[in-house]
């Protein structure tokens, strides 16, 4: 089965847009829960433009099924997971000013780099995943840091869908099938909608998490949030 982990990042911009507290950034990650949604992502960034330090140490325990954080393991992104130690920590190489997240690591540049997080990460109870293009050599070098898996990152894919998709996710599919081949989980995300997730989960075997944000909390405005994930979980059926 693969899970679907909903990105809450969006509901933050909303309710930090007012400076008070509506949306109610708990409720609203009670709520997907109980709509669905087997984890709860978060992505604080330096400048806290959309989730604060304190959203995520105010998670921790209320999410009952798997907190994932991502991010660059700055010093700072570093002292909130030993503090809060989620279930997943997913190694963003982001620029501060970053709008979103762009690019996957250089796991032959930044190995020895990655395989010390990750050995520390791992040590504190932490599931790691390594942020990936699909790239055969990253992900040959991913095996070295000793990560759980990789997340590939999708743009490319959604991107190119709607004019051949089998030609969209053939490197998907082929980065994913030589990670499982070396004993790494993979996960995906980026760009993941309801147009384009179903294909992505009916060719792409063992996908063991998809972790979608700013299309679900968009299909909801039209749609409303707890059907909006429960379309989502159908596409992973």
């Avoid at 762009?102 to 010390?116: C, E, P, R, S």
């Avoid at 894919?157 to 998907?172: G, I, N, V």
């Avoid at 179903?198 to 707890?226: F, K, P, T, W």
Wanted: net charge negative.
């Amino acid at each position: 089965m693969t899970k679907l982990s909903v990105n809450i990042n969006k509901i933050a911009t909303l309710r930090n847009a007012r400076g008070h507290n509506r949306p109610d950034l708990l409720q609203v990650a009670r709520d997907c829960e109980r709509f669905g949604a087997q984890g709860i992502t978060v992505h604080p960034r330096p400048d806290e433009r959309h989730i604060r330090y304190q959203d995520v140490r105010d998670l921790k325990p209320i999410v009952t099924t798997e907190l994932n954080i991502e991010g660059n393991p700055t010093p700072d992104f570093l002292n909130l997971v030993r503090e809060v130690r989620p279930e997943q920590v997913t190694l963003v190489p982001d620029a501060p000013d970053a709008i979103t997240s762009n690019a996957g690591w250089d796991t032959v540049k930044h190995q020895i780099y990655l395989m010390g997080i990750v050995q520390e990460l791992k040590a504190l109870g932490c599931r790691v995943s390594i942020f990936l293009d699909p790239n055969l050599e990253m992900v040959k070098a991913a095996v070295g840091t000793g990560t759980d898996r990789i997340e590939l990152y999708t743009e490319d894919y959604a991107r190119q869908y709607h004019h051949d998709p089998e030609a969209a996710l053939l490197p998907y599919r082929t980065a994913a099938d030589l990670a499982h081949q070396l004993g790494l989980g993979v996960n995906a995300g980026h760009d993941l909608d309801l147009d384009n997730l179903a294909y992505l989960h009916r060719n792409m075997s063992g996908l063991a998490e998809v972790s979608i944000g700013h299309a679900l909390v968009c299909d909801a405005l039209y749609l409303g949030l707890e059907n909006t994930i429960q379309l989502y979980r159908r596409q992973l059926a």
